[in-house]
């Protein structure tokens, strides 16, 4: 057990809505990480945040993608107006000193 | 160039064998260095860290050489269960830690 828990585990979504996702990581992670990962691929880096302070967002996400960690606890990646390409799963790590702890993801399928 | 770049494979190789797996990166500030194993539809686990000396942990040894910028992964006598995927993890000077696209061994009876 990573201690990074996602919800949910699954999303499936029709174009153009919007989608929001949390991740609680412990308390000792000061850090926190969103990945986006398609099959064959390793993990995209999207954004970070070090306690609530959002450090960088990815040139490749779009305006779409918003992401918060409100008093530096849990994380929350919204994306509005989906599209097919989105699809794909989100995952959130939390790091404490150097080593980074993955939660389970979460699925996203836009139809 | 990608900043972490990886050898996709895939590596299929008999139970037993001995396999490697190299990485390189391209920001020579680079600090901390991970190998995360990754299972079909799972979350990336950390296998080990890498340090500068080099280190290991049963059957698998990691190297490090800043000046090539290269990191490598060595597993021994490898076993059904090694079969995955395997990322090479940089953490680039300031925190952001990033992905090599992975490298899928099968290891077969």
């Known amino acids: 057990d990573t201690g990074v828990s996602q919800d949910p585990r699954h999303k499936i979504t029709k174009r153009g809505q919007n989608v929001t996702f949390r991740c609680d990581p412990i308390?000792?992670?000061?850090?926190l990480y969103w990945y986006r990962q398609t099959l064959g691929q390793g993990p995209e880096f999207l954004t970070y945040?070090?306690?609530?302070?959002?450090?960088?967002k990815s040139r490749l996400l779009s305006d779409r993608f918003s992401a918060e960690r409100p008093k530096g606890s849990f994380s929350t990646l919204e994306i509005q107006r989906t599209e097919q390409g989105d699809s794909a799963m989100y995952l959130c790590?939390?790091?404490?000193?150097?080593?980074?702890?993955f939660g389970q993801g979460t699925r996203l399928t836009v139809v | 160039r990608k900043e972490v770049e990886q050898d996709p494979g895939p590596f299929n190789v008999p139970e037993g064998a001995t396999v490697a797996f190299n990485c390189t990166y391209s920001?020579?500030?680079?600090?901390?260095f991970f190998w995360y194993r990754q299972d079909c539809r799972k979350e990336p686990k950390l296998l080990m860290s890498?340090?500068?000396s080099g280190n290991e942990d049963g059957r698998f040894t990691a190297q490090l050489n800043r000046a090539s910028q290269y990191i490598s992964l060595l597993i021994r006598d490898s076993k059904l269960s090694d079969s995955a995927t395997y990322l090479c993890?940089?953490?680039?000077?300031?925190?952001?830690?990033?992905f090599g696209q992975g490298t899928e061994l099968s290891v077969k009876p």
């Open positions: 790590a939390g790091q404490v000193n150097t080593e980074a702890f």
């Open positions: 308390s000792e992670h000061n850090r």
């Open positions: 945040f070090q306690n609530e302070a959002q450090l960088e």
């Open positions: 920001n020579s500030a680079s600090q901390s």
């Open positions: 890498v340090y500068s």
């Open positions: 993890v940089v953490n680039l000077q300031g925190g952001k830690l990033i």
